[in-house]
């Protein structure tokens, strides 16, 4: 059965507690976000949670999308897709980046970017498979 994918439109316990569970997978050298920050994250216009429930209707994957103007269009970014360990292979991944595919389409954008170390082989493959193209570029980072 397919993954259901929604859009998340409030902060609830369930949210906080799935970011919990999920952000160490993605990132153990980043903590999770509390409560008030995936509530900012859930308000901007520039972002928009995606949640992935399995059939249990446990949150078991989540994905932002960033879409926002710039003066050549607009752009859309897909960041932080994880899928928890004990769900991965049951199609959550694909289901939560086509609709952030078809979200970005549905704002205007031509094209959604994202980025997925190279270590991350399963989910390179995924992305391959949708069709997302590797670019010939640099990408530069400025810490803070």
Do not use: H
Request: hydrophobic residues 40%; aromatic residues 6%; glycine residues 6%.
């Amino acid at each position: 059965m397919p993954a259901t994918v929604e859009v998340a439109a409030n902060v609830t316990p369930e949210l906080v507690q799935a970011f919990a569970r999920l952000v160490p997978q993605l990132s153990p050298s980043n903590p999770p976000p509390a409560e008030a920050e995936l509530a900012e994250l859930v308000a901007s216009s520039a972002t928009t949670l995606f949640v992935a429930r399995t059939d249990d209707g446990t949150i078991a994957g989540t994905l932002t999308l960033c879409t926002f103007r710039i003066p050549t269009g607009m752009r859309a970014w897909i960041e932080d897709v994880v899928v928890d360990d004990a769900a991965r292979g049951q199609g959550l991944g694909k289901a939560l980046t086509q609709a952030a595919v078809d979200e970005a389409a549905r704002r205007g954008a031509r094209t959604v970017d994202l980025t997925s170390r190279p270590s991350r082989e399963a989910a390179n493959r995924l992305y391959r498979s949708l069709g997302f193209e590797r670019r010939d570029t640099n990408v530069y980072r400025y810490g803070l």
